[in-house]
Nanobody
Framework: QVQLVESGGGLVQAGGSLRLSCTTS????????MAWHRQAPGKQRELVAH???????VDADSVKDRFTISRDNAKNTVYLQMNILKPEDPGVYFC???????????WGQGTQVTVSS
């Protein structure tokens, strides 16, 4: 079992920034990829960004040039730096990992992001 602990959500004005963190209970190299998803009220969960074990990143078109996913291998932590937050960015942000050997996926409990206009 893998535990994921997210933090960093909160209330921010439009145009502001937040950094989300997700710390895992297992060595980060055991994951094929790590990702951030978000879910707004009444909407489906969507992929925001992911980073592979090799360090390649993919961002959703809606967050390109504003959000950056990164990781700290020593801290077993993946980050999502969110800049120029917009009114369409709020929601619960979830950390998600895919374990390399088992193929299992794990989810964090989510952290709330609210953007005021």
């Amino acid at each position: 079992q893998v535990q994921l602990v997210e933090s960093g959500g909160g209330l921010v004005q439009a145009g502001g920034s937040l950094r989300l963190s997700c710390t895992t209970s297992r060595n980060i190299f055991s994951f094929r990829y790590m990702a951030w998803h978000r879910q707004a009220p009444g909407k489906q969960r969507e992929l925001v960004a992911h980073i592979t074990s090799g360090g390649s990143t993919v961002d959703a078109d809606s967050v390109k040039d504003r959000f950056t996913i990164s990781r700290d291998n020593a801290k077993n932590t993946v980050y999502l730096q969110m800049n120029i937050l917009k009114p369409e960015d709020p929601g619960v942000y979830f950390c998600n990992v895919l374990e390399g050997l088992s193929g299992r996926t794990y989810w964090g409990q989510g952290t709330q992001v609210t953007v005021s206009s």
